[in-house]
């Protein structure tokens, strides 16, 4: 009888699948950019991408960055356009709401990230950066 229920269990166990892990630079919510930089350059006002969450300290002594709330933009990844003018950014946030401003922003080119194939996220970026490389572009995520 316990030689029976340990084949049986091999037996179940060797037939679940395992789910696959999602990769982590496509986990929470992604959208690629195209925006102008912003910034004057000072330690006050740094040049950066527009949208771009600014880095805040908890205090001038204390190096430690304030955490963004998750309904916020959590992170993102730029490369600079070849004039210097523009940012070709992913941004990534836990909710898409977080992209509502740039949603809203008609000026501004926005690919969503998994809807969009790879080919023409490249062909499109590259008007901006002619040497951009999808595959060296983004972030990962934990």
């Known amino acids: ?14 037939v679940v699948c395992p789910q696959h892990r999602v990769e982590p630079n496509n986990t929470y919510q992604r959208i690629i950019c195209v925006v102008p930089m912003v910034g004057t350059g000072t330690p006050e006002d740094p040049r950066r991408p527009q949208y771009a969450p600014l880095l805040t300290l908890q205090s001038p002594t204390q190096a430690r960055p304030v955490v963004a709330p998750r309904s916020a933009i959590l992170a993102f990844s730029q490369q600079v356009s070849d004039d210097g003018k523009y940012a070709l950014v992913e941004f990534v946030a836990a909710d898409r709401a977080a992209f509502q401003a740039i949603f809203n922003d008609k000026q501004i080119t926005i690919i969503e990230k998994g809807k969009t194939s790879k080919s023409d996220v490249e062909k499109e970026l590259k008007k901006y950066k002619k040497d951009f490389d999808f595959e060296k572009f983004g972030l990962v995520m934990p």
């Open 1 to 14: 009888m316990t030689g029976r229920l340990v084949t049986g269990l091999l037996v179940m166990t060797g």
